[in-house]
Structures are given as structure tokens and as C-alpha cells.
């Protein structure tokens, strides 16, 4: 009877989740409608208001292009022109709702055409999962605000390649695409190399045969686009523009011009061409079509003169492909290439250390790296559809004193992913920023005002407590200089070195309790923005009355709610709780309960002590935001505790090292540092 119970749990829970998944999709798609018909009329569907609108370009007598605000093919735009006769509510309203439809239609076709073999699982969960990530996309997002025409040829080719029976259907459709999209004539190639010759023929035939209607009909602009703005160069904006993700747009960011730009352009073009396609097709012949059609697309995305935004929808196709043989290192090309699709490029390179070239370029590095370097597994490897597992313990039964807690996971003993926690501690820090500086609210007099009658409250409570040493401890470390430099400097540089360093040397050498600390550092921190949300709190230096001294950031005038340029940079009152001495505190109590050494500890927990000293010294914060964020801490430690059992004992865990054997047995005593009679799950 067991069985039969539990098979009906499991298949109760994936009805759930199915749900759950449809529910999200359906939101979100509901969001960016509203996201747009939100926008006022006169910076919504500015593009589609460009080509069609009372006074856009497709109204007028002359040229298409002489405004260069057409970007499209001559074939577009006698596509496009009998919408001029439409009315503009409801054109918009349509082209919006047409839009999400075709977006839906790009899901539901991929999620179809996955790679085989999936499990019916995985197949009834594709549709969801993708239509939430074109709806979370930027391309699809910048094409619905703008009203481009950009996802029609994705997904013409994927319903060519994939929606319709024979060969003729399929090479129109491409064809027209390529109409649509030049770039997208590269497609042709792959289907002649992979034995469907007839729809490359056909695809070429219909591209040829709309391109010279086009020109017949408009022979002018024909000439225009073709040949004087070489196939849309210069059409949109300068090539040289971060927006233009392709080759030519880099070499132009990066410095040559002219003649010489030209040439090496079209060498790096041929030479993308030529190795993308040909591993295009070994991925088609291996029979993941899906995976080569991305491929293609990330190849045309290089080579083209111009890839905006908007266009770049074929690398988001390339999450298809599996990379890696240990199950550890699996998600780590999807997760990258949805971060790199789904949020602002600042937001994933970090400012200084020479990377502006990397930030600039993302998005073409990450084509070029799916049409030339990133190492698909063949459906054949051993390690297609059962890569190496993780080795992990059976976590202990997790309890607060004779409170038993759900039951806790197995705990992954293997280290995570390097490429994959890079992103995600970048990513989530980045998060934490802009979330931070949102908190400051709208009005900048109002949050002034609000966060000052904080600081009061608080310095009058200190003052019942007898901690109101702020002025006393800021005035006498600023008399002495030495004193005075070395707390600025150890505010300043401390409060991300000594983390990071914990977080790496963790890594290093005891990734299971690396997992453990860094959990509990992402939800300490995630407490600390709900105390930035609601308790806006100036900190003692931006108190005008109390006359501290900005030993850090120097004098600030203090009669201007802005203080300068250091309130764009950073939220001047997320004071409570203090995530300085938060992070501090953190490291000091990972360092007590991992370090071998006593020495060791002993240094971890001055390190708490001196940051405490310095946040209070330098003026930045209260004694009492020091107690919020031991609070915080404490929270999350204890939300660690409840998810994923309790932490390793003093220095016991398991140290494993780097190149250790995955399948090596270990037991779950190794790990927690007490006796277990659990046998371990590898």
C-alpha cells in the first residue's frame, strides 16, 4: 500500500508545480501588458509609433531611411505599410497582444522541440518554465515597450524548423524570416549540411523572391538599406553604441575604425561563420536541432553589422544545451546565460578591474561563446543523461531542544560550481545594492526628515540605556590622527575583504560548510533591506544638531538632502540594522565554529570588535545599530538551522580537498563532527 500511497503524493505534488509554474507564466506575461499599456502614450511603442504612426516614416513620400528611424528591410516595411491605415488604439493594442501570443507560440515550440530523451516530467514542465523566461527576457521585454518586430522571425524559423511537415512549408518560412532578418539567411547552410536541401533551396528562393518584390517596388530604398547602409548598418543609432551586440559594434567600442575595422570584421565574421555553422550542424546531426538552431542564431547575432536588443533572442535558445559531466557543474551554463538575457549587463560585471570591455560586450561574449567554445555534450557521452552525482550526507534530524523541525535535505558535500557561485554572489550583490539605494524612498525631503526623527528616537533611547557615546568616541579618535586613518581605513576596506577572504578559504577547503556559511550570509543580509524598508535611519553623521565629524567621507553639507554625489552611490540611511557589523559578526562566528586553530578564532572574533569600534569612531553608525545587526545574524543563523540543520561543530567538519574523489564514501559524522549510524547517500 506504500507504494501506491506514495505515488500518489508524488504525482499530486508535480500537478501542483505544474500549476504553480502555468500560474507564474501567466502573471508574468499579464505584467508586461500591463507594463506597457501602463506607459504613457507618448514613450509607448515608440518604435511602432516611428513606422506607422500619423507621422512616421511609413507615411511619407520619400525614403524609409532617410530619417535612418526605419530599421527594418525595404520587405518589412512593404509589410508593415498597410498598417498605416489602421487605427493607432487598437493597432497598438493588437501589435501588444499579438506580441505576447507570438511569445507564447516561441515557448511552446521550443519547449516541443527539446532534445530527446526528457522525461514526461520535464516535457509537461518546458512550456511554463519557457514562456516565463522570454516574458522575464530583456529582448522580449525592450521588443513589447518598444513595439519591435523582432520575435516574428524567431519564430518563424523555430516553426519551420520544428511546427510544420515538408520541406517546401519550412524553407518559406525561414525564407521569409530572412526577409525580415538577413542574418537569418545563415539558416539555409545548416539545412542543406543536414540533408534538408529542399527547404535550404526554398528558403533562398523565398528570400530572393520577397527581397526583389521589395526592390520592385521600391527601388529607392531597395538602394538604401542594401547598399548605401550596407544590409541596415548605421540604421537606429551608431554602430558603434553599447546597444549593438555584434562584432561590429565591439571592434568599433574597442578602437579601429574605417578601412582596417572593415577587413578584420569580415575575418572574425568568416571565420564565426564557418566554425559556428559547422558545429551547428554536428549538434543538428547529433539530433538536438534545437541546440543547433541556436547555435545559427547565436552566429547570426555576431556576424550581422547591427544586433540591438531586441534582437538578441536567439541566445537565450542556447539554455537547451547540456555542459559538463558532474551534476554539481550542470546548471551552470543555463543559470549564466538567463542572468546575462534577463538582467542589465552593470548588473552582472562589476565596476573597475578592467572589466568595461567585458561589460560592454556581454551579450556577444556569451553568442560567441555558444557558437564557438562552450563544449555541448553529444547525446551519446555517458554523462548526456546521467551525469556524475553530487556526493552528499543524510542530514541529522533537525530539533529546538525536544522541538522536532521538518525534515532537512541531504547535505551536498561536494564544492559548488565556481562559475555558478561567482554569478550568483554578483548577481545577489547586486540586488542588495539597488535594493539598498530603492529604500531611500521618492521624496528625498520626506526621507530626510523621516530618517532624522529615527536618529533622534534612537539616540534618546541609547541615552535611557547609557550607550550615548557616539560624540564622545567620534571627537576622541578624530584628535588623534594615526587613530583617525586607521578606523577610516579599516571601515572602508575591511567589510568586504574579510567575507570574501571566509567565503574563499571556505570554498577552498570545507565546501560543505562553504554551502552552510554562505546561506547564512544571504539571508542575514535579506533581513538587514527589510530593516533599510522599514526603519529609515540617519546615522550620526548626517545629524546636523549632534556635530560629529565624517571622518570617512569627509565634510558633507549637510543643508542639501542629497549631501553631494554620495547619496546617488549609496543609501545615506540604511543605518539599521548595521550590515557593517553584521558581515563582521558573521565571519567571526563562522571563524569560531570552523577554525582548527585557537589562535585562529581568536583573531576571527577581533574582527567583530574592531569593526564595531570603527562603524561607531567614524560616525556612520549608532551603538544600537550594531545590536540590530547582531539581531539580524542571529536570524540568520537560525533560518540556516531550520532549512538545513544545524552548523558543524568547532573546527570538526570535513575538510575535502580539491580533486578529492566524488564517490568517495563519506559518512555523516565526517561532516557534522558527532557520531551517525545514517548510511551516507553519495
Given at each position: 500500500?506504500?507504494?501506491?500511497?506514495?505515488?500518489?503524493e508524488?504525482?499530486?505534488r508535480?500537478?501542483?508545480?505544474?500549476?504553480?509554474?502555468?500560474?507564474?507564466?501567466?502573471?508574468?506575461?499579464?505584467?508586461?501588458?500591463?507594463?506597457?499599456?501602463?506607459?504613457?502614450?507618448?514613450?509607448?511603442?515608440?518604435?511602432?509609433?516611428?513606422?506607422?504612426?500619423?507621422?512616421?516614416v511609413?507615411?511619407?513620400?520619400?525614403?524609409?531611411?532617410?530619417?535612418?528611424?526605419?530599421?527594418?528591410?525595404?520587405?518589412?516595411?512593404?509589410v508593415?505599410?498597410?498598417?498605416?491605415?489602421?487605427?493607432?488604439?487598437?493597432?497598438g493594442?493588437?501589435?501588444?497582444?499579438?506580441?505576447?501570443?507570438?511569445?507564447?507560440?516561441?515557448?511552446?515550440?521550443?519547449?516541443?522541440?527539446?532534445?530527446?530523451?526528457?522525461?514526461?516530467?520535464t516535457?509537461?514542465?518546458?512550456?511554463?518554465?519557457?514562456?516565463?523566461?522570454?516574458?522575464?527576457?530583456?529582448?522580449?521585454?525592450?521588443?513589447?515597450h518598444?513595439?519591435?518586430?523582432?520575435?516574428?522571425?524567431?519564430?518563424?524559423?523555430?516553426?519551420?524548423?520544428?511546427?510544420?511537415?515538408?520541406?517546401?512549408?519550412?524553407?518559406?518560412?525561414?525564407?521569409?524570416?530572412?526577409?525580415?532578418?538577413?542574418?537569418?539567411?545563415?539558416?539555409?547552410?545548416?539545412?542543406?549540411?543536414?540533408?534538408?536541401?529542399?527547404?535550404?533551396?526554398?528558403?533562398?528562393?523565398?528570400?530572393?523572391?520577397?527581397?526583389?518584390?521589395?526592390?520592385?517596388?521600391?527601388?529607392?530604398?531597395?538602394y538604401?538599406?542594401?547598399v548605401?547602409?550596407?544590409?541596415?548598418?548605421g540604421?537606429?543609432?551608431?554602430?558603434?553604441?553599447?546597444?549593438?551586440?555584434?562584432?561590429?559594434?565591439?571592434l568599433?567600442?574597442?578602437?579601429?575604425?574605417?578601412?582596417?575595422?572593415?577587413?578584420?570584421?569580415?575575418?572574425?565574421?568568416?571565420?564565426?561563420?564557418?566554425?559556428?555553422?559547422?558545429?551547428a550542424?554536428?549538434?543538428?546531426?547529433?539530433?538536438?536541432?534545437?541546440?543547433?538552431?541556436?547555435?545559427?542564431?547565436?552566429?547570426?547575432?555576431?556576424?550581422?553589422p547591427?544586433s540591438?536588443?531586441?534582437?538578441?533572442?536567439?541566445?537565450?535558445?542556447?539554455?537547451?544545451?547540456?555542459?559538463?559531466e558532474?551534476?554539481?557543474?550542470?546548471?551552470?551554463?543555463?543559470?549564466?546565460?538567463?542572468?546575462?538575457?534577463?538582467?542589465?549587463?552593470?548588473?552582472?560585471?562589476?565596476?573597475?578591474?578592467?572589466?568595461?570591455?567585458?561589460?560592454?560586450?556581454?551579450?556577444?561574449?556569451?553568442?560567441l561563446?555558444?557558437?564557438?567554445?562552450?563544449?555541448?555534450?553529444?547525446?551519446?557521452s555517458?554523462?548526456?543523461?546521467?551525469?556524475?552525482?553530487?556526493?552528499?550526507?543524510?542530514?541529522?534530524?533537525?530539533?529546538?531542544?525536544?522541538?522536532?523541525?521538518p525534515?532537512?535535505?541531504?547535505?551536498?558535500?561536494?564544492?559548488?560550481?565556481?562559475?555558478?557561485?561567482?554569478?550568483?554572489?554578483r548577481?545577489?550583490?547586486?540586488?542588495y545594492?539597488?535594493?539598498?539605494?530603492?529604500a531611500?524612498?521618492?521624496?528625498p525631503?520626506?526621507?530626510?526628515?523621516?530618517?532624522?526623527?529615527?536618529?533622534?528616537q534612537?539616540?534618546?533611547?541609547?541615552?535611557?540605556?547609557?550607550?550615548?557615546?557616539?560624540?564622545?568616541?567620534?571627537?576622541?579618535?578624530?584628535?588623534?590622527?594615526?587613530?583617525?586613518?586607521?578606523?577610516?581605513?579599516?571601515?572602508?576596506?575591511?567589510?568586504?575583504?574579510v567575507?570574501l577572504?571566509?567565503?574563499?578559504?571556505?570554498?577552498?577547503?570545507?565546501?560543505?560548510?562553504?554551502?552552510?556559511?554562505?546561506?547564512?550570509?544571504?539571508?542575514?543580509?535579506?533581513?538587514?533591506?527589510?530593516?533599510?524598508?522599514?526603519?529609515?535611519l540617519?546615522?550620526?553623521?548626517?545629524?546636523?544638531?549632534?556635530?560629529?565629524?565624517?571622518?570617512?567621507?569627509?565634510?558633507?553639507?549637510?543643508?542639501?538632502p542629497?549631501?553631494?554625489?554620495?547619496?546617488?552611490?549609496?543609501?545615506?540611511?540604511?543605518?539599521?540594522?548595521?550590515?557593517?557589523?553584521?558581515?563582521?559578526?558573521?565571519?567571526?562566528?563562522?571563524?569560531?565554529?570552523?577554525?582548527?586553530?585557537?589562535?585562529?578564532?581568536?583573531?576571527?572574533?577581533?574582527?567583530?570588535?574592531?569593526?564595531?569600534?570603527?562603524?561607531?569612531?567614524?560616525?556612520?553608525?549608532?551603538?544600537?545599530?550594531?545590536?540590530?545587526?547582531?539581531?539580524?545574524?542571529?536570524?540568520?543563523?537560525?533560518?540556516?538551522?531550520?532549512?538545513?540543520?544545524?552548523?558543524?561543530?568547532?573546527?570538526?567538519?570535513?575538510?575535502?580537498?580539491?580533486?578529492?574523489?566524488?564517490?568517495?564514501?563519506?559518512?555523516?559524522?565526517?561532516?557534522?563532527?558527532?557520531?551517525?549510524?545514517?548510511?551516507?547517500?553519495?
Open positions: 500500500m506504500a507504494a501506491p500511497v506514495a505515488a500518489e508524488a504525482r499530486a508535480f500537478g501542483a508545480a505544474r500549476i504553480g509554474l502555468w500560474t507564474v507564466a501567466a502573471l508574468l506575461a499579464v505584467r508586461q501588458v500591463a507594463a506597457v499599456l501602463s506607459t504613457p502614450r507618448a514613450t509607448r511603442l515608440t518604435v511602432l509609433e516611428t513606422w506607422v504612426g500619423p507621422h512616421g511609413l507615411h511619407v513620400n520619400g525614403s524609409l531611411y532617410d530619417s535612418t528611424r526605419f530599421t527594418g528591410t525595404p520587405f518589412a516595411g512593404l508593415l505599410k498597410p498598417l498605416t491605415r489602421a487605427a493607432q488604439q487598437s493597432l493594442w493588437g501589435w501588444t497582444f499579438g506580441s505576447l501570443l507570438l511569445v507564447v507560440a516561441l515557448g511552446l515550440v521550443a519547449a516541443r522541440a527539446l532534445p530527446q530523451p526528457v522525461t514526461r516530467r516535457s509537461l514542465l518546458a512550456a511554463p518554465v519557457a514562456i516565463s523566461l522570454l516574458m522575464l527576457s530583456l529582448p522580449v521585454r525592450n521588443a513589447l518598444l513595439g519591435q518586430t523582432s520575435i516574428i522571425p524567431v519564430v518563424l524559423v523555430l516553426l519551420g524548423c520544428f511546427g510544420v511537415r515538408g520541406q517546401g512549408a519550412s524553407g518559406l518560412l525561414i525564407g521569409v524570416a530572412a526577409a525580415l532578418q538577413p542574418t537569418v539567411l545563415l539558416f539555409a547552410p545548416l539545412l542543406w549540411w543536414t540533408g534538408r536541401r529542399r527547404a535550404a533551396v526554398g528558403a533562398a528562393a523565398t528570400f530572393a523572391v520577397a527581397t526583389a518584390l521589395a526592390w520592385a517596388v521600391m527601388p529607392h530604398d531597395a538604401a538599406y542594401w548605401h547602409h550596407l544590409a541596415g548598418a540604421l537606429g543609432g551608431e554602430a558603434y553604441d553599447d546597444a549593438n551586440q555584434s562584432l561590429h559594434g565591439a568599433l567600442r574597442v578602437g579601429p575604425a574605417g578601412p582596417p575595422e572593415i577587413v578584420l570584421f569580415l575575418a572574425l565574421a568568416v571565420a564565426v561563420a564557418v566554425l559556428g555553422l559547422r558545429r550542424v554536428r549538434y543538428a546531426r547529433d539530433g538536438q536541432l534545437l541546440l543547433a538552431v541556436a547555435v545559427t542564431g547565436c552566429v547570426a547575432v555576431a556576424v550581422s547591427t540591438w536588443q531586441h534582437q538578441l533572442l536567439w541566445v537565450l535558445l542556447a539554455v537547451v544545451g547540456r555542459v559538463g558532474r551534476a554539481s557543474s550542470r546548471y551552470a551554463w543555463p543559470v549564466a546565460v538567463v542572468l546575462v538575457m534577463t538582467l542589465p549587463a552593470r548588473m552582472m560585471v562589476p565596476d573597475g578591474f578592467g572589466l568595461q570591455v567585458v561589460r560592454d560586450n556581454l551579450v556577444l561574449l556569451a553568442a561563446a555558444a557558437a564557438c567554445a562552450v563544449p555541448f555534450l553529444p547525446r551519446a555517458p554523462y548526456y543523461r546521467a551525469p556524475v552525482p553530487t556526493a552528499c550526507a543524510a542530514g541529522p534530524p533537525a530539533r529546538i531542544g525536544r522541538l522536532a523541525l525534515p532537512v535535505a541531504r547535505r551536498v558535500l561536494e564544492r559548488p560550481n565556481l562559475l555558478l557561485e561567482l554569478l550568483l554572489i548577481v545577489t550583490y547586486a540586488a545594492s539597488e535594493v539598498r539605494l530603492a531611500t524612498g521618492g521624496d525631503t520626506a526621507a530626510r526628515a523621516l530618517a532624522e526623527h529615527h536618529g533622534d534612537v539616540r534618546h533611547l541609547e541615552r535611557a540605556l547609557h550607550v550615548d557615546v557616539e560624540h564622545a568616541v567620534n571627537h576622541a579618535v578624530a584628535q588623534v590622527g594615526p587613530l583617525r586613518d586607521f578606523f577610516g581605513f579599516y571601515y572602508d576596506s575591511f567589510h568586504f575583504a567575507p577572504a571566509v567565503l574563499a578559504v571556505l570554498y577552498g577547503r570545507r565546501p560543505a560548510d562553504y554551502r552552510w556559511a554562505r546561506t547564512t550570509l544571504g539571508l542575514t543580509t535579506l533581513t538587514g533591506l527589510v530593516g533599510f524598508w522599514l526603519f529609515p540617519a546615522p550620526p553623521r548626517l545629524m546636523p544638531h549632534l556635530g560629529i565629524i565624517d571622518t570617512v567621507h569627509g565634510a558633507q553639507d549637510l543643508a542639501r542629497g549631501y553631494g554625489t554620495l547619496t546617488a552611490l549609496t543609501n545615506q540611511y540604511a543605518a539599521m540594522p548595521s550590515l557593517h557589523f553584521g558581515w563582521a559578526l558573521w565571519c567571526g562566528v563562522t571563524i569560531a565554529l570552523l577554525a582548527p586553530r585557537r589562535w585562529m578564532r581568536a583573531l576571527g572574533a577581533l574582527h567583530p570588535l574592531l569593526t564595531v569600534s570603527a562603524i561607531v569612531a567614524t560616525g556612520n553608525h549608532w551603538v544600537l545599530d550594531a545590536v540590530g545587526g547582531a539581531a539580524v545574524v542571529g536570524a540568520g543563523f537560525a533560518l540556516t538551522r531550520l532549512l538545513s540543520g544545524p552548523g558543524p561543530g568547532p573546527g570538526r567538519a570535513r575538510r575535502v580537498r580539491r580533486g578529492a574523489d566524488p564517490n568517495e564514501r563519506i559518512s555523516a559524522a565526517d561532516v557534522f563532527g558527532r557520531p551517525s549510524t545514517e548510511e551516507p547517500m553519495v
